[in-house]
């Protein structure tokens, strides 16, 4: 009876702990640049990683957000094939949203061609979305480069108001793309070694990514945010998901839609972030909050990427 008892207590205390994580932690996952990231966009990669990413989404019950580069679905000859791969995130139930039709940088790309950019970019995604009207529609910029000046990205904010998007903010990201890259080329020389090293590396960054969010969180608030990460569609992540989301469970997250996470009055703060990088949110808010902005402070993936990365590169 008494070891009974101190089971229960156990119990309940175990189970109370994790409900009180399952409140403080929460956020929502966003895929850029769909169907499929630019290395690995082949329609054998988008075969297989599509529905990979999506069992994992439906394993962990995480609700998810892809922002569409439509420009990619015109390959001569797939066209329809690519449509058909898109279309399985809106049967499993995720949101498309726009990122442009070719990809384009508000930084430098003229105002009135970046809107026909916006306009060009939603017609397959709108015409696929019409199963789940009414949705609220989002923009996610390409490279998160919100304009060159005040006036631009306010005018720019106005037109996509008008055409009834919001704006995805992101606070996380983990340069996926910089893993992925090196990740592509490793899976083409068969070294399934470095794959495996790659993915093991990009797994501790996007750890550290989050403690140093969750900290900074803590400093701008006073309590951790709802938070926003950007990820991609593509082989890293395809690869690594499960592992990626266990670990993020395993820090008490609990997986949120967009909607839901942009109810934090945190997303109510101004942006007033002008520049040429595409920094989290959070770095953006510390402008209009007065504070030091922390970007050279965020963990960088570990110097043998970097090196192997550059190299790439060159
Ligand atoms: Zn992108």
């Given at each position: 009876m008494k070891q009974l008892g101190l089971m229960l207590l156990v119990f309940c205390f175990s189970t109370s702990s994790a409900q009180t994580l399952d409140r403080q932690r929460t956020v929502a996952l966003t895929f850029d640049?769909?169907?499929?990231?630019?290395?690995?966009?082949?329609l054998a990669g988008i075969r297989r990683n599509t529905p990979e990413l999506l069992r994992t989404l439906k394993l962990h019950g995480a609700p998810a957000i892809g922002f569409v580069n439509?420009?990619?679905?015109?390959a001569p000859g797939e066209i329809d094939a690519r449509i058909a791969v898109l279309k399985q995130w809106v049967d499993a139930g995720m949101i498309l949203g726009n990122h442009t039709f070719s990809h384009s940088r508000l930084f430098t790309t003229p105002l009135l061609k970046y809107e026909d950019d916006v306009i060009k970019g939603e017609v397959i995604t709108r015409w696929l979305m019409s199963?789940?009207?009414p949705y609220q529609l989002y923009f996610r910029h390409p490279y998160t480069s919100?304009?060159?000046?005040k006036e631009v990205k306010e005018a720019f904010e106005n037109f996509l108001r008008e055409r009834g998007y919001k704006v995805a903010p992101f606070t996380i990201e983990n340069s996926d793309y910089i893993f992925n890259r090196l990740y592509v080329d490793a899976r083409r020389d068969k070294d399934a070694a470095l794959m495996e090293r790659l993915r093991k590396a990009y797994l501790e960054l996007n750890n550290a990514q989050f403690e140093f969010f969750e900290r900074l969180s803590n400093e701008m608030f006073g309590r951790e945010i709802s938070q926003i990460l950007l990820i991609h569609a593509n082989d890293i992540n395809a690869d690594s998901l499960d592992q990626l989301l266990k670990r993020l469970e395993a820090r008490g997250y609990r997986f949120i839609t967009l909607d839901q996470a942009l109810q934090?009055?945190?997303?109510?703060?101004?942006?007033d972030y002008i520049g040429p990088h595409g920094p989290s949110w959070l770095h953006r808010w510390t402008v209009s909050m007065g504070m030091k902005m922390k970007l050279d402070q965020e963990p960088d993936p570990p110097k043998w990427v970097l090196d192997m990365f550059k190299k790439r590169q060159a």
């Amino acid at each position: 009876m008494k070891q009974l008892g101190l089971m229960l207590l156990v119990f309940c205390f175990s189970t109370s702990s994790a409900q009180t994580l399952d409140r403080q932690r929460t956020v929502a996952l966003t895929f850029d640049d769909l169907p499929e990231a630019l290395d690995g966009n082949n329609l054998a990669g988008i075969r297989r990683n599509t529905p990979e990413l999506l069992r994992t989404l439906k394993l962990h019950g995480a609700p998810a957000i892809g922002f569409v580069n439509e420009g990619k679905l015109h390959a001569p000859g797939e066209i329809d094939a690519r449509i058909a791969v898109l279309k399985q995130w809106v049967d499993a139930g995720m949101i498309l949203g726009n990122h442009t039709f070719s990809h384009s940088r508000l930084f430098t790309t003229p105002l009135l061609k970046y809107e026909d950019d916006v306009i060009k970019g939603e017609v397959i995604t709108r015409w696929l979305m019409s199963a789940h009207e009414p949705y609220q529609l989002y923009f996610r910029h390409p490279y998160t480069s919100t304009g060159p000046n005040k006036e631009v990205k306010e005018a720019f904010e106005n037109f996509l108001r008008e055409r009834g998007y919001k704006v995805a903010p992101f606070t996380i990201e983990n340069s996926d793309y910089i893993f992925n890259r090196l990740y592509v080329d490793a899976r083409r020389d068969k070294d399934a070694a470095l794959m495996e090293r790659l993915r093991k590396a990009y797994l501790e960054l996007n750890n550290a990514q989050f403690e140093f969010f969750e900290r900074l969180s803590n400093e701008m608030f006073g309590r951790e945010i709802s938070q926003i990460l950007l990820i991609h569609a593509n082989d890293i992540n395809a690869d690594s998901l499960d592992q990626l989301l266990k670990r993020l469970e395993a820090r008490g997250y609990r997986f949120i839609t967009l909607d839901q996470a942009l109810q934090d009055k945190a997303y109510l703060t101004r942006d007033d972030y002008i520049g040429p990088h595409g920094p989290s949110w959070l770095h953006r808010w510390t402008v209009s909050m007065g504070m030091k902005m922390k970007l050279d402070q965020e963990p960088d993936p570990p110097k043998w990427v970097l090196d192997m990365f550059k190299k790439r590169q060159a």
